[in-house]
């Protein structure tokens, strides 16, 4: 497959006009069979159009274990308004199970999941609940939808269980040598100190790898051992308070308070919110399962795609699923301008 460049404002444009133009575009004079069939096309192509502007929401990130760049990289306002411009190309098309697929990509499981959540996601956040003000009622369902996963996978993934912090909220070294491993047992243990009694440039490696981790979260001595010196690490107070449930909680509360009020939030969760109380007491640790979209309301006559033209479109489409592509043969005629 021919790799195209960075496009994505050209899908999200393209799409959004087809859709604003649509009434145009369908012939006004044919059979019913041939309206419908212009219906259908129309729709498969906004589909693959949507479906390839979404996995190019970060392109341009690199996720490189540099703390410092990744960051600034997280912290970009062009990410935070492309996600925003994919929401607001499914409000306006109608495509709620394509926010399965942007939050999948947008929470999915990383090694700096806590610093993404920092730097994107809640600052996001508030942006977010502003489109309340701006979407139709039958349109929050694409927002609910995105925060309920938003929420689920912080609680799963950073908040766990009191008896054990979740793997993804534990800081790790990247480098897999023995004595990266060390660290980052030191890192995931209780301990406060640890003195690393190895020859001069694998301390200076450890040191390196540690301080590109945890920029001021260490303090980093060199000590005498007998005819030897060793490397002693010790943990601030806020690293070695990060890793306590009392810690977690406290953050995980902050953090929904972001999302929304109690009675904001359990609309949002709907039937899982019993398992987010759970989650916060301790008593149940949350587990996302399959995501789930929540049912809009019916929708209004205004700006709203006819039940007929849904159905005939979906028909013929086929079900999205987040992160699988369709067939080419699935397009009929249209041209497969994706990259794998």
């Known amino acids: 497959m021919v790799q195209f460049p960075h496009m994505f404002d050209f899908w999200v444009a393209l799409a959004e006009g087809l859709w604003k133009k649509k009434d145009s575009l369908i012939p006004s004079g044919g059979t019913p069979e041939e309206q419908s069939h212009s219906i259908a096309i129309l729709h498969h192509i906004l589909d693959r159009l949507i479906v390839t502007a979404v996995p190019e929401y970060?392109?341009?990130i690199d996720y490189e274990p540099n703390v410092t760049y990744i960051s600034a990289s997280f912290g970009l306002p062009r990410d935070q308004d492309r996600i925003l411009k994919l929401l607001d190309l499914m409000a306006l098309t109608h495509r709620v199970e394509h926010s399965v697929q942007l939050i999948t990509l947008v929470s999915r499981p990383h090694k700096y999941l806590p610093l993404k959540y920092k730097s994107l996601i809640i600052p996001l956040i508030p942006r977010l609940n502003?489109?309340?003000?701006q979407y139709h009622a039958t349109d929050f369902p694409i927002l609910d939808t995105f925060l309920r996963m938003l929420v689920g996978r912080y609680?799963?993934?950073l908040l766990g269980s009191p008896s054990k912090p979740p793997e993804a909220s534990v800081n790790k070294v990247d480098c897999r040598c023995e004595d990266c491993r060390r660290s980052n047992w030191f890192l995931q243990s209780d301990a406060v100190t640890e003195a690393f009694e190895v020859a001069q440039g694998r301390r200076?490696?450890?040191e390196k790898e540690l301080r590109n981790?945890?920029?001021?979260g260490l303090t980093f001595?060199?000590?005498p051992r007998g005819r030897r010196y060793a490397l002693q690490v010790t943990k601030g107070q806020e690293?070695?308070?990060?890793?306590?449930?009392?810690t977690r909680v406290q953050k995980a509360h902050t953090f929904l308070a972001t999302v929304g009020t109690p009675d904001e939030l359990a609309r949002i969760m709907g039937e899982r919110y019993p398992d987010v109380?759970?989650?916060l007491a301790g008593t149940k640790p949350y587990e996302m399962g399959d995501p789930v979209l929540i049912a809009p309301p019916s929708e209004g006559a205004e700006g709203a795609i006819s039940s007929a033209e849904a159905t005939t479109s979906r028909a013929q489409t086929g079900p999205v699923v987040a992160g699988v592509k369709r067939k080419a043969e699935d397009y009929g005629d249209i041209i497969d301008v994706s990259s794998d």
Not at 239 to 246: D, P, S
């Open 221 to 223: 001595t060199t000590i």
């Open 58 to 60: 970060d392109h341009g």
């Open 204 to 206: 200076s490696h450890i």
């Open 155 to 157: 609680l799963q993934d």
């Open 239 to 246: 690293t070695l308070e990060a890793g306590k449930w009392n």
């Open 130 to 133: 502003a489109r309340y003000k």
């Open 213 to 216: 981790l945890l920029p001021s």
């Open 277 to 279: 109380q759970a989650a």
